[in-house]
């Protein structure tokens, strides 16, 4: 039985008292709810999705955008033909960006390759290579482009790309698409897990993007794809290109990064003066032939429970609860834009970050004769 | 009235079933109680502080080190005579020290300029810059030195440093002593906040030490004082030279920084495999003569409530519960620092961090030419 979230179970059980100081103390400066229109509550309990919407705290001269972030479980079984399973995705994200178009939503991200099962456990190339697209012009792009521009939406579409122009291969893309509907770029996951289940290293390489910026009408965003949360300078690269929200997109299961989950994509808001979203899809995923993870353990058909419990966080310290760890959901977040130049402002980690010496250091150290500089008692 | 912890709070009030889920979330891999010896226990009650210990996972092949955290209010006045206050921080951390002793500690850090009141926001010079002392061979570190030879313990001894042989100007400096009770070194605060009360950039500047790891019986350790947990690149470099632990002395108060707390220190320890300890001073400081803070509230006389709440984190997502928010403590963490490594070779962020990548495009971000990668729309 899996827990439906830590804050419900807060809620429920800590007096108020304690609960607005315990909340203070995890979540920092208060998020308000954000009023669920009545349309859009319609289409989540038609359609059977949860939908939460909060109000992250405000400087004194707001520039307010609409961020949307979409958790879902696959819809079909991971043996039906790939343009069922890919179809009844666009199908359902259907579904749920009506709900977020409902609550004027500026910005929409999904979740990590979202329109397959996170099938890189498996190891097999066959069938799931086949979910692979064209960023520029596959189905899964035209069908973001026509969302975008009857939504008036930005939509960040991260994909399992082919990249025919250059042999074919693959890369684990986020393709960024204008409210206009013109594909504004893409941004390739710049690292590679080997850790667990996640085989995705047998599959694509390090992502050769760099960490691009896209300027859309409602901010510059950027997306860190997966493990890239894990590492500090890849976040650090979309702030110095001057992202105001940055995007994680995600696919992660319990035993392994739970604990690590409302840590890593946090701590980057706080360091980088952005918002950061934090996206992880949901459910189990079952595949039809048994593989084994490197632990000693035996052969098995599943990657384990993904939990959800996608976030936004501030650049003020604050966060949202995170959505259900066992249901799909919409989390909408109305943030403001001016807070990242107010906090840097502020806290000053920009200006006192040292970089330069940094640049340095970082380099000598990847030198082939580099000595770590350890102190020996004489 | 201040809550006495998060920790107590869910305890509390959670059921037992539910609690072990939520802890999983919040904490990671559970620490199990360290049975605190009767002598220890009774120095605590007779000298009223609290005493906590936790063992933290272990590898298969434990490499097992002792960590004490000292987290006190200052003792004396602010305007006793300064030596009467040195004396008497000096007797209390040596009554904790006991304790530390007594529960086989290893390597003990203190928090933050632990000699004085922490009385950068005043902005006056005087009396505090009488404070400080020389790292080498003041009385603190005379003090510690016989501590450390004692009891056989590392300590880590954070104070207001005057270098003499440098035109006498101040530092915020971590000196180290080992066991052995020779000064191994100093380590100085490579980031100075420039941020509500913390007018430290009054007093001293941006530490010229790098980021120096030293070599004790009781592993690699480095020292990140306060406002560098803020600092990704800071965190990492420790970790570059090979720490193995690292702590984070730190003075801060519960508006500015509270929700920020548990997330830094505990990220670098995922980001950077090794372990990390936060510490932070407890109580509110009065002064005599009132001061603003620049934030168009009227002048008063003391920074706010220093919440404690000290902790180790380790490199595999586990933390332990803070120490109380309102009382003085010890904590002690046995922690196994061959999960630094196991940790790196299982999750692997080192092997695929691209340092060399971010040491060419840091250097290039630091160029007066340099222009941001941001997409436009055409």
Redesign the interface.
Known sequence: ME?ES?ES??NK???AD?LK??K??????ECKPLEITEDAGNVAAAADFEIAGFEMPLTSNPRKVKIGLIQNRIVESTNAPISNQVTALHNRVAEIAKAASLMDVNVLCMQEAWTMPFAFCTREKTPWTDFAESAENGLTTKFCQELAQKHNMVIVSPILERDEEHGGVLWNTAV?I?N?G?V??KSRK??????GDFNESTYYM?GNT???????SFG?IGVNIC?GR????N???YG???AEIVFNPSATVGAL????W???A??AA??NHYYTCAINRVGTESFSNEFTSGDGKPAHKDFGHFYGSSYVASPD??RTPGLSRTRDGLLVASVDLNMCQQISD????R??????M??????K??EPDFK???????
């Open positions: 827990l830590l179970c807060l059980h800590v007096p304690e100081e315990a203070r103390i995890l979540y920092g400066p960024v204008s206009t013109n504004l770029g710049n690292h590679i897990p080997r850790v390090e760099g960490h691009k910026v896209f300027q859309t510059r493990y894990h590492h500090p300078l976040w650090m690269m110095i290109n001057g990064s739970e604990p690590m409302s840590i890593e946090r701590c706080i360091a310290g604050s502020k806290w000053g980690f200006m006192t970050a040292r970089h330069e940094y640049a340095k250091v970082l380099k150290s990847t770590r500089d350890i102190v020996y008692e004489k």
